[in-house]
Nanobody, 122 residues
Framework: QVQLVESGGGLVQAGGSLSLSCTIS???????????MGWYRQASGKQRELVAR???????DYADSVKGRFSISTVNAMTTVYLQMNSLKPEDTAVYYC?????????????WGRGTQVTVSS
């Protein structure tokens, strides 16, 4: 069973930094092929939104609100994805979710972690 496990959330003062990590496990190399790894967030009372994502081809996308402050990276054939968050603002407070998109055979799968809370105090 494929699982995503996040870590690294917490409480930080405005202007500080946090690093999130997410590791995907349970994939079968001969069947499952990662295509996108990313981070989304959902603040209280708001819809979930894209923070950053990266593709197997190396393309990256960032939300305008985090450009220049956040950086996404992967290791181990994209099975671990990091989100380095610098110059954090109170408006970055949210639950951050890891997302993996992959093909399992010919089926496209969209998988989510349980989320990790990031709280930025002013």
């Amino acid at each position: 069973q494929v699982q995503l496990v996040e870590s690294g959330g917490g409480l930080v003062q405005a202007g500080g930094s946090l690093s999130l990590s997410c590791t995907i496990s349970g994939m079968i190399a001969t069947r499952d092929h990662l295509i996108v790894m990313g981070w989304y967030r959902q603040a209280s009372g708001k819809q979930r939104e894209l923070v950053a994502r990266t593709t197997r081809g190396g393309d990256t996308d960032y939300a305008d609100s985090v450009k220049g402050r956040f950086s996404i990276s992967t290791v181990n054939a994209m099975t671990t994805v990091y989100l380095q968050m610098n110059s954090l603002k109170p408006e970055d407070t949210a639950v951050y979710y890891c997302n993996a998109q992959y093909y399992s055979g010919t089926s496209h799968v969209d998988s989510w972690g349980r989320g990790t809370q990031v709280t930025v105090s002013s």
